[in-house]
């Protein structure tokens, strides 16, 4: 394994309370993803060529839109659309042409197979709007953060207590730890790391669908004077435990 990797952001977020640790750094991430693009480099030539070529998918749209920098998001998406009008351009005309086409085919034409240029003119499309800078960049960081997991899981005792004493992650990160897990980890190792964010997550499972549970119990009119517990924000725990960072 490298030994210069950076372990420092995985201990910050190990020494924080909370559902996900690899939500916790996603989501700095994507922070610094947002200032940084809406920032000083909005106008820099090669962010610029960047955006036009891939875009942001709706919830990183969002994420910008929401940072409330009208301005900055205005200027990137403008010559975005600039760039992906003229990239429609060709499939503009083959849509148009397999549409004529279309229209003029006989009957008997038309019981045969179905049009597939026009599905090809949509598939174009969907290539073109599938793309998302801050998903390419965040996929990239995530694998890097779970091999550093691994990593330090591997090499620092300390660590190994701090994740067994951890509140596990939310299922997808938990997934991908697993995933990745056999191509750095083997034997005792693994085994290890296996059985433990294995009891960890399941237990941490239980502990988050009880306390949403209670939840819904507190709308009983009979337990209205009972105390909420850890239950007040047992929605959104769960729904991010469920699905990372959903809210
Ligand atoms: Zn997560
Ligand atoms: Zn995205």
């Known amino acids: 394994m490298n030994q210069h990797i950076d372990t420092i952001p995985v201990w910050d977020v190990y020494r924080t309370d909370c559902e996900c640790p690899l939500c916790a750094l996603a989501k700095k991430n994507e922070e610094e993803y947002v200032d940084n693009f809406l920032g000083a480099s909005v106008m820099e030539p090669d962010r610029r060529v960047e955006v036009n070529e891939k875009g942001f998918c709706r919830r990183h749209f969002k994420m910008m839109f929401d940072a409330g920098n009208r301005l900055g998001l205005a200027l990137m998406t403008d010559t975005y659309m600039k760039r992906t009008i003229e990239k429609l351009a060709d499939n503009a005309k083959k849509a148009a042409k397999a549409g004529a086409e279309e229209a003029q085919k006989g009957f008997i034409a038309r019981m045969g197979k179905k049009n597939a240029d026009i599905g090809a003119c949509a598939d174009e499309i969907f290539d073109l709007t599938g793309r998302c800078i801050f998903c390419e960049r965040l996929n990239t960081a995530m694998d890097r953060y779970v ?101």
């Open 147 to 247: 091999y550093t997991f691994l990593y330090m899981y591997k090499h620092e005792s300390d660590f190994r207590r701090a994740v067994a004493e951890s509140k596990g992650f939310c299922l997808d990160h938990y997934a991908q730890v697993m995933k990745a897990a056999p191509q750095h980890l083997s034997g005792k190792e693994l085994g290890e790391l296996i059985e433990t964010i294995t009891r960890i997550e399941m237990e941490n499972l239980a502990r988050v669908e009880k306390d949403l549970e209670w939840f819904t119990l507190k709308f009983d009119y009979r337990n209205r004077d009972k105390p909420w517990g850890a239950s007040q924000d047992a929605v959104e725990r769960s729904v991010n435990k469920m699905r990372g960072g959903a809210v």
